[in-house]
């Protein structure tokens, strides 16, 4: 008898366990539902893009990356190193690694894509330009040395060459997948892991995880949707429809204030790559004068604009340069009221000035803009400036700043890549061409040979103190005055599990996202 | 009429010299987030004949168009005749849904408000229409999506797919058209309610519904014709603002990509396209009135 219970005892338990591993098995089996998310703009915008997808979209991979940080980080090649003279770079690349074609990426296959950036450049894109001169500047030649070594050579040193090629910069597709134009003969087949399955212009894209990525695979199929309006997003997260959105200008603070209310969501912040800045007319009077566009400066207070009008939300700067940029050096943020009005009674006396305050009409879709230029203007006063604030739509704000007819223009800049000297050329460099085309008129002997010298400079110690001696020259100049430096609100569903902001990379873990 | 259709093509091509902003800078600058080389400007120039003189390239233009060949997009490098034909299915599906919508709405609310005149109703409904007549197209659809879609889930709040989806932006395109209608159609037909022959109809005994529908409403109708030649003419430029809001992949929201980005291959099409519809749906229109008002037919006397 007791043996008996035993066994049948035995029995239930071994039963019970067999419907609990089928159960498991099954749970395991089915597939995990799409998640659907969204942003602003069409991240697809096709065959005649260099890229095909945006990086965020984690359909191909570069041979260089970004690190959370923002220095140059491996991806597909995982290692690199430079000659003593800075004229061949030599790089290793990852072994095992397929094509979403399955065709294997080698040294062959990298030597094909740096054929093909030949071809399509210059190329446009509403991503990043792609213009080989510039990422590559000099390139003589690309050379496969063995099926997982590649070397490229240069008529000039380049020693800043990994900062150039992140992300964008250094795109990997199959060989298999261009045209004889170098642009895509259909959908991208990339590295990465996820492939690109459907795409409805300014409607949807699809995504479904590539089985054969070398890395940490992908959870879950992806639908991205296109919704332009800001208030749209904010209802279809809180319908339910979507459940997360991406890129920049994801969602203004105030909606995601809003949405955050709502014990649903849960919000990632992602520090972006976009700075906002005062440009001052240095070409003619008042700000000719370098006191007057140091008083503007000083008489700003940047914690009070991101407190009460990003919500917190925002990076000051006192530098001129993002702090996504691994270079950037924290210099002082001034706020000084009465030494403002003592600098501006200085050069005006007691006569008030009229001055053209522009900023473009598209920064209102993403950047609660026309407060912040209210509250700039509202300073200014106090100087004896009275400025007339113009809303100008992209293409006539342009031609203003160009034109001249402007005295101060509020915008936004990004940063091309992690290499600074891009940005320093075009705005600081005495003949650069932001510089001259925008009428800043700043001019500077040292910061114009700190600039040309640090593109030659193979010690990165050196190159570093070089550019943080341009950003503490370009502050004194006053010409391009730094507010803050934006980071993206990317608001979703706590329903959406694995969804994380990647810090100064500029991307989410879309690879580890899925629904519960 | 050659002569009108000519007249477009120049509007649609002196466009890019009357909008500010030079498109190269532009579209190469990305809003001036990055500074094109002088000789990428040269080259993309080149490329698209933008070098040449200004009329040089108007007659290559018309001369393309008259083969059928409309350009290409700067943008996107595709041919834009492509572009256009991608998005006017659902700009067409639109517009019909929001044009189905104000046509029943603006008839049978016309006749009804008309039978009813002066009447609570007839007030009351004059006095909400208008003020929904008298909101922005933005604020409705966002009250709309707000309750409908975020709030009660009845309806989606964006997108584009099923039947469902189609609801919303239809309502919101069609109501401002459908409330002219019903207001012009309800006044059209009290006039004619006052006319003799009217009398002369109620005289010999025939119902009020009767006068209304059978004697009085095809003549009231004729003016409201007319609005239907006006909406159905702008029909293909699809309603930028709707399409914005409501996630709507039309040929509207194209349009006002292709004048922020300054892709003026694009604008021009659309300009020629839209030109062209709306020409001849007035056209339609013409025929239409020729057939339902013997006044305006040659020769016809109505004594």
């Known amino acids: 008898m007791h043996s008996f219970v035993h066994r049948r005892f035995f029995l239930v338990v071994l039963w019970s366990l067999l419907v609990f591993l089928l159960l498991v098995c099954s749970a395991l089996a089915q597939e995990r539902p799409e998640v659907i998310i969204a942003g602003h703009r069409d991240l697809v915008p096709g065959e005649n893009d260099p890229y095909y997808t945006s990086t965020l979209l984690h359909v191909w991979e570069p041979l260089v990356t970004r690190d959370e940080e923002g220095w ?42 740096f054929e093909r950036y030949r071809r399509i450049s210059p190329a446009n894109s509403p991503f990043y330009p792609f213009r080989i001169h510039e990422t590559y500047p000099g390139l003589k030649e690309v050379t496969a040395i063995d099926e997982y070594t590649v070397r490229l050579t240069f008529e000039e040193p380049v020693p800043a060459l990994p900062f150039l090629m992140v992300n ?39 995504l479904e995880p590539f089985e054969h990525y070398w890395g940490q695979k992908a959870i879950s199929p992806i639908r991205v949707r296109v919704i332009p309006q800001a208030e749209t997003r904010f209802s279809a997260l809180k319908a339910e429809e979507i459940f997360g959105v991406i890129d920049i200008g994801a969602l203004t603070p105030a909606l995601a204030m809003e949405l955050l209310k709502d014990e649903r969501f ?47 939300y925002g990076e000051v700067m006192g530098t001129i340069l993002s702090p996504a940029s691994p270079f950037s050096v924290p210099l002082p943020i001034e706020h000084d009221l009465a030494e403002a009005r003592r600098l501006a009674k200085e050069v005006l006396g007691e006569k008030r000035v009229q001055v053209r305050f522009i900023f473009p009409s598209w920064s209102l879709e993403r950047y609660p803009y ?22 100008l739509e992209g293409g006539a704000f342009n031609e203003a700043m160009k034109a001249g007819e402007y005295e101060i223009a509020m915008r936004n800049q990004g940063l091309p890549n ?69 980071v993206d609100l990317l608001v979703y569903n706590k329903r959406l599990k694995g969804f994380r902001s990647l810090g100064k990379k500029y991307d989410v873990t879309l690879w580890e996202a899925y629904l519960e | 009429m050659v002569l009108t259709l000519l007249g477009i093509t120049v509007v649609a091509f002196l466009l890019r010299e009357a909008i500010p902003g030079d498109p190269v800078e532009i579209l190469l600058g990305k809003e001036g987030l990055f500074q094109p080389s002088p000789e990428e400007v040269r080259l993309f120039r080149t490329r698209f004949g933008l070098d040449r003189p200004l009329f040089v390239q108007y007659f290559r233009w018309l001369g393309d168009v008259l083969r059928g060949d409309l350009g290409r997009s700067f943008v996107t490098k595709r041919p834009v005749a ?37 009447s609570i109703v007839d007030h009351l409904v004059r006095v909400v229409t208008l003020l929904f007549r008298s909101m922005p197209t933005f604020f409705v659809a966002v009250v709309l999506i707000t309750l409908l879609g975020e709030r009660w889930r009845v309806f989606p709040t964006s997108g584009m797919g099923s039947w469902r989806h189609l609801v919303l932006p239809a309502v919101v395109s069609g109501s401002g058209f459908g409330i002219l209608i019903m207001r012009l159609l309800r006044t059209n037909l009290l006039q004619v309610l006052g006319n003799d022959y ?22 009231g109708f004729v003016s409201v014709l007319t609005m239907f030649g006006l909406y159905l003419g702008g029909i293909l430029g699809g309603s930028p603002v709707v399409e914005t809001i409501f996630a709507w992949p039309g040929a509207g929201r194209l349009l006002v990509q292709a004048i922020y980005g300054r892709d003026f291959p694009l604008l021009q099409a659309f300009v020629l396209v839209f030109g062209v519809t709306y020409v001849a749906m007035q056209m339609l229109v013409d025929v239409c009135y020729f057939f339902l008002n013997p006044q305006v037919r040659p020769g016809k006397r109505i004594v």
């Open chain 2, 82 to 118: 492509q572009e256009i034909r991608e998005r006017l299915p659902a700009t067409l599906l639109l517009a019909l849904a929001g044009f189905s919508f104000a046509v029943l709405i603006g008839l049978l609310g016309g006749v009804f408000l008309a039978f009813w005149s002066g």
């Open chain 1, 370 to 391: 026309k407060e912040q230029a209210e509250y700039i203007q509202s300073v200014l006063r106090e100087l004896g400036i009275d400025a007339q604030i113009q809303i």
């Open chain 1, 418 to 486: 992690a290499e600074p000297n891009t940005i320093f050329t075009w705005y600081v460099l005495s003949d650069g061409a932001g510089n001259v085309e925008y009428h800043l008129n700043f001019k500077d002997q040292e910061a114009d040979a700190l600039i040309l010298q640090a593109r030659r400079e193979m010690d990165m110690e050196k190159r570093f103190q070089m550019y943080a001696r341009v950003q503490e020259i370009a502050k004194e100049g006053y010409h391009w005055i730094p507010l803050f430096n934006n």
């Open chain 1, 266 to 312: 849960a919000v990632e912040v992602s520090p972006s790559t976009i700075a906002h800045y005062l440009f001052m007319n240095g070409s003619r009077p008042p700000f000719d004068d370098v006191r007057l566009r140091k008083a503007v400066s000083l008489a700003i207070d940047r914690e009070f604009i991101v407190r009460e009008l990003y919500y917190g």
């Open chain 1, 72 to 113: 140059p980080a491996p991806m597909l090649a995982e290692s690199w190193e430079v000659s003593e003279d800075g004229r061949v770079w030599t790089f290793h690349l990852r072994r095992g690694v397929l094509f979403q074609d399955l065709t294997p990426f080698n040294a062959e296959a990298v030597v094909a894509n």
């Open chain 1, 168 to 206: 964008f910069g250094s795109a990997m597709f199959s060989p298999r997948n261009f045209r004889e134009d170098g642009f895509f003969n259909g959908f991208p087949i990339g590295t990465g892991p996820y492939r690109l399955v459907e795409h409805k212009k300014d409607e949807y894209c699809r």
């Open chain 2, 198 to 219: 009217i009398l002369a109809a109620r005289a010999r005994g025939l119902s009020a519904w009767k006068v209304l529908l059978k004697h009085a409403f095809p003549n």
